[in-house]
């Protein structure tokens, strides 16, 4: 079983739905958890960063983190055009540990006008 | 725009040829990675220089050669590599023992071997 899995899509919306993108993971001791997103051609950026059970929210961004189930999802509220793109999520042991950044497939997201 | 600069964006290359990758972060983060992205998969880490010290994938070639110069450089040299090493390449940099797992990410140097 892969540590982190989710599901590749490719997920087409049209603007101002409700997106919801979720992921599971295994191997559950002491997680932090994140999430990318990466457009075409370039590099991912960070859009969430937890580490509690339930929710954080930025913006339009809901990152929400059910460690009894081992489900994280993000929720993009009034989805625009430009959250078009492939989101990641990832997570890493709560001990420094640089090289176990751990990201799952990626979601492909096309939000249509 | 991306604090973590990477050159060049573009790179085609012979399987006979030398070539380097740079990278270049002023946040002071005071680890920097390497990672190898092919088209529609999640990025993979190759290296990881933390504190000026490094950290190997065991399951990264000896064709792929890192050099961290100092905290805020990184290059890879690249010699006799493959066409399936054609990839994009990313450079990311974290801000050290605090919050692993928040990388910033370089636009990566799409490699092309021919």
């Known amino acids: 079983q892969k540590e982190v899995e989710q599901d590749p899509g490719p997920l087409s919306v049209p603007e101002g739905a409700i997106v919801s993108l979720n992921c599971t993971y295994s191997n559950s001791a002491f997680q932090y958890f994140m999430w990318y997103r990466q457009y075409s051609r370039k590099g991912p950026e960070l859009l969430m960063y937890t580490y509690s059970s339930g929710n954080k929210e930025d913006g339009r961004f809901t990152a929400q983190v059910d460690k009894s189930s081992k489900y994280i999802s993000l929720f993009i509220r009034d989805s625009q055009p430009s959250d078009s793109a492939t989101y990641l999520c990832?997570?890493?042991?709560?001990?420094?540990?640089?090289?176990?950044?751990?990201f799952g497939p990626g979601t492909s997201l096309s939000v249509i006008p | 725009d991306t604090e973590v600069t990477q050159t060049p964006k573009h790179l085609v290359m012979g399987m006979t040829n030398k070539k380097s990758l740079k990278c270049e972060q002023h946040m002071g983060h005071r680890a920097m990675y390497w990672y190898k992205q092919k088209a529609k998969k999640p990025p993979e880490l190759m290296f990881v220089?933390?504190?000026?010290?490094?950290?190997i994938n065991e399951s990264v070639p000896s064709r792929f050669s890192p050099e961290c110069p100092n905290s805020s450089l990184l290059n890879l040299h690249l010699h006799a590599l493959q066409p399936e090493d054609s990839a994009l390449y990313l450079c990311?940099?974290?801000?050290?023992?605090?919050?692993?797992?928040?990388?910033?990410f370089g636009e990566g140097s799409r490699l092309t071997v021919l």
């Open positions: 990832a997570k890493y042991p709560m001990k420094t540990s640089y090289d176990k950044v751990i």
């Open positions: 990311a940099s974290s801000l050290g023992t605090l919050r692993v797992g928040e990388l910033f």
């Open positions: 220089y933390s504190y000026e010290k490094l950290s």
